[in-house]
């Protein structure tokens, strides 16, 4: 069982920044996939970017590329989204997410809880 904390949210004027962790305990997070989702209010959750557990590859949805990253440290079972020149479109909860099922099967999907993110003047 993965448990799953956000962090780092918070109130950030338009072209500001901030960056999310999410540290993950029960497990190590070297075979898993994991990423940020994001849900704005009366919107679907949607994908803002993962990173394998293979070989580092990165994804990101078109609405952050170029201002987003994202990054990971096995060692320490974190995950990192830095963002920047956020837009008053980035609020939403944001979420980490955890998908092992490529090596340890199904069931080995796990969410936190979320943190939210709100950019307005």
């Known amino acids: 069982q993965v448990q799953l904390v956000e962090s780092g949210g918070g109130l950030v004027r338009p072209g500001g920044s901030l960056r999310l962790s999410c540290a993950a305990s029960?497990?190590?997070?070297?075979?898993?996939?994991i990423g940020w989702f994001r849900q704005a209010p009366g919107k679907e959750r949607e994908g803002v970017s993962c990173?394998?557990?293979?070989?580092?590859?990165?994804a990101y949805a078109d609405s952050v590329k170029g201002r987003f990253s994202i990054s990971r440290d096995n060692g320490q079972s974190m995950l990192y989204l830095q963002m920047n020149s956020l837009k008053p479109e980035d609020t939403a909860a944001y979420f980490c997410?955890?998908?092992?099922?490529?090596?340890?099967?199904?069931?080995?999907?796990?969410w936190g809880l979320g943190t939210q993110v709100t950019v307005s003047s």
């Open positions: 990173i394998s557990s293979s070989d580092g590859t990165t």
């Open positions: 029960g497990a190590t997070l070297h075979y898993y996939a």
């Open positions: 997410h955890a998908d092992g099922s490529s090596y340890y099967g199904p069931g080995t999907k796990y």
